[in-house]
Structure formats: structure tokens, C-alpha cells
């Protein structure tokens, strides 16, 4: 079983509102990652995370808030956003931060509005 | 410098007809690993294939089917007898062996397989 699961699938939300997108696997993997792909676009790196702990943030605004709680959970906080920050935000999982080339599987993604 | 060039942007072609998908890149790493992913409208992204650089053998996979030229950089994809199903956005990927399992995406080509 190769699958990431992401929630929720489609999400509206205000400039002022605090939101969460969750990201979940159960393979074991060790790393995780966040990406956004605008329309049209390749997904772009935000976050990645090694045994839990960030190990990459690609200059990412800080209205945008990581969260590892365990090895299967990533979240990723949202609070005043803006328009242009309306994507598909990508979860991926691979089996270890050290491995090079190792595969990385993607959840579906949580496509969002900012209005 | 673009790293992964898919120059084909988007590509319509009726069912059953053969189509190849382009692509090349541009690294300085003498281990690198390659890889193709399918996107439908659904948006995750689906993984299809992982090449390393010291693997030049071609791979056959049902209906698909890869050509790995290091001497012209290009890792391209064939998609024989073409289907509907198959149409989504294709994404080659490079990996470098950097220390960092970063992925970096070419803009994609997006496929039409028209009934």
C-alpha cells in the first residue's frame, strides 16, 4: 500500500481565518514533505520533514506553520492568508531522509481557495 | 538554470496512436536518479518510474515504455496504444545526489487522448 491521504480534499477560506491541512501515511516512511502547485505549474518544495523534525523550509512566509506530531502526521497551519496563496497543496512520504533518489508517493492534495 | 526541460507543453493525440513524451535535464552529478510522474484531474500525483543514473537498460511496463540516453540527457517516455485514461499531466523529475532528496520538476506535458 503506496497511499498518503489528505483532508480535506477542497477547502474556502477568508483572509482572517486560522485553518489546518492534515497529511497522513502508514508505511513507515520517515520523511515527509509539503509542496504547492499553482494552476498549470510543477509542484513547488515548501517544507520537508526528517524523523519528525524540519529539515527544510524553503523560505516559505510565516503564515504558513508546519507540524510533525508523529512519525505518520504532518499538518500544515494556514492563518491570513492571501488570493495569490490559492493552490493544491501537496503531501508526500518517503521512506528515509537519507536514502538519495528514494521515491516519493503524494496524497491527492487539498485544493484552496483564499477569498 | 532549468533543471528538467519537458518542452512539450501539451500534446493531443487520438486513441491508439503512439505518443513519446520528451525530456531533459542538466545536472553536474555523476549519481542522479530520474523519475516520471502521472497526474490525472484528480490531482495526486502518481508515481510511474524511477531510473538511476548508472542504469541505461530501457524498461517496458505494459503500455509504457522508457528510453534513458545519457549521452543526449533525455529520459523520455512512450506511451503505446494510447487510452483515454491515460490522458492527465506528465511530469519528468530529477533527483541529484546532493544530500537531499529534493525533486525537481520539469513544467509538465499535458496529454489528451481524444476517443
Known amino acids: 500500500d503506496t497511499e498518503v491521504t489528505q483532508t480535506p480534499k477542497h477547502l474556502v477560506m477568508g483572509m482572517t481565518n486560522k485553518k489546518s491541512l492534515k497529511c497522513e501515511q502508514h508505511?513507515?516512511?520517515?520523511?515527509m514533505y509539503w509542496y504547492k502547485q499553482k494552476a498549470k505549474k510543477p509542484p513547488e518544495l515548501m517544507f520537508v520533514?526528517?524523523?519528525?523534525?524540519?529539515?527544510i523550509n524553503e523560505s516559505v512566509p510565516s503564515r504558513f506553520s508546519p507540524e510533525c506530531p508523529n512519525s505518520s502526521l504532518l499538518n500544515l497551519h494556514l492563518h491570513a492568508l492571501q488570493p495569490e496563496d490559492s493552490a493544491l497543496y501537496l503531501c508526500?512520504?518517503?521512506?528515509?531522509?537519507?536514502?538519495?533518489?528514494?521515491?516519493?508517493?503524494f496524497g491527492a492534495g487539498t485544493r484552496l481557495s483564499v477569498l | 538554470a532549468q533543471k528538467v526541460t519537458q518542452a512539450q507543453t501539451e500534446i493531443s493525440v487520438v486513441e491508439k496512436e503512439d505518443v513519446t513524451l520528451d525530456c531533459v535535464y542538466e545536472?553536474?552529478?555523476?549519481?542522479?536518479?530520474l523519475f516520471w510522474y502521472k497526474q490525472p484531474p484528480s490531482g495526486e500525483l502518481v508515481f510511474l518510474i524511477r531510473?538511476?543514473?548508472?542504469?541505461?537498460q530501457n524498461e517496458i511496463s505494459g503500455r509504457y515504455s522508457w528510453n534513458f540516453q545519457k549521452s543526449t540527457s533525455s529520459f523520455n517516455f512512450t506511451i503505446t496504444a494510447s487510452q483515454v485514461v491515460d490522458s492527465a499531466v506528465y511530469f519528468c523529475?530529477?533527483?541529484?545526489?546532493?544530500?537531499?532528496?529534493?525533486?525537481?520538476f520539469g513544467t509538465g506535458t499535458r496529454l489528451t487522448v481524444i476517443p
Open positions: 531510473r538511476n543514473s548508472f542504469d541505461e
Open positions: 508505511m513507515g516512511h520517515r520523511a
Open positions: 523529475a530529477l533527483s541529484e545526489d546532493n544530500g537531499a532528496n529534493n525533486l525537481f
Open positions: 508526500a512520504s518517503s521512506q528515509s531522509p537519507n536514502r538519495r533518489g528514494d521515491i516519493q508517493y
Open positions: 545536472t553536474r552529478d555523476t549519481t542522479y536518479y
Open positions: 520533514y526528517s524523523y519528525e523534525k524540519l529539515s
